[in-house]
């Protein structure tokens, strides 16, 4: 399939696991990538991989300059910029409010929110030379409810609900769609590995048993919808919020299926 033949998209942390797993099934069905990321080198090493179409560019989210330069190197290689998918972010290291420093709030914050932020202010410009496009800012499921031991992790996902929203009211008559995905806990090193400070990963704090489907969610579970919220067949969604998350946030499933 092509669905996405003369379609740019630019995916920040992209060479990460659900990054990755985006611009893959991007490629595959036809797009031009182009990997946003602090690690070039494996941004490097994706695009090598991939080949024809598909470029890496050094882009840290929390710098406005960055994010000038990532959008100019797009539409140099590529002559338009379509799509935009605020991938990236970081987790804090666990920690009650109370032990949570200023520092680390403040680094969650800048990468997770103002980071989307940037990206939907410096894209914007882009999207509409190219006659319109979409935005997909990755949410989490934190970011509907509380989670204790994650407060800056919590705060900047909720703020992305408010920004998305605001953003497709501003830029739809522009021909241009934002929406939020939020995905649950999803098997990738953000979530199987330690967060930088920590000696836990989050995937201790959780067990998928509760859960509808008792599994956790792999990347291709979000590139899935990911396809569908940038593609033609989405022309009429905008400003909306999609739950990935395999039931957590429904509450416990019957322990042993339905009753006789």
Do not use: C
Not at 214 to 231: E, H, N, Y
Request: charged fraction near 15%; proline fraction near 6%.
């Amino acid at each position: 399939m092509s669905r996405f033949a003369d379609q740019t998209v630019l995916v920040t942390g992209g060479s990460g696991g659900q990054g990755a797993s985006h611009v893959r099934a991007l490629h595959a069905e036809g797009a031009n990538v182009v990997i946003g990321g602090i690690d070039a080198d494996r941004g490097a090493g994706l695009a090598a991989e991939l080949g024809h179409r598909a470029l890496s560019v050094r882009l840290d989210v929390t710098r406005e300059e960055s994010w000038a330069a990532a959008v100019a190197e797009t539409e140099e290689a590529f002559g338009a910029l379509t799509i935009l998918v605020n991938n990236a972010g970081v987790q804090n290291p666990p920690a009650v409010i109370e032990s949570t420093d200023l520092a680390t709030w403040a680094r969650i914050l800048d990468v997770n929110l103002t980071g989307t932020f940037l990206g939907i202010r410096a894209a914007a410009p882009a999207l509409r030379r190219a006659g319109g496009g979409t935005i997909v800012n990755i949410g989490s499921t934190t970011g509907l409810g509380g989670t204790a031991l994650y407060a800056p992790y919590v705060a900047g996902k909720w703020a992305v609900r408010g920004l998305t929203r605001t953003a497709a009211l501003e830029l739809g008559r522009d021909n241009i769609r934002v929406n939020a995905i939020h995905p649950g806990v999803v098997a990738t090193p953000f979530i199987t590995e330690p967060a930088a400070g920590s000696d836990a990963p989050i995937a201790d704090f959780y067990s998928p048993e509760p859960f509808a489907v008792p599994r956790l969610g792999q990347p291709a579970d979000i590139t899935a919808l990911l396809l569908f919220l940038t593609s033609p067949d989405a022309a009429f969604i905008t400003g909306t919020e999609y739950v990935i998350d395999g039931g957590l946030l429904l509450g416990p499933a019957l322990k042993n299926g339905s009753p006789s």
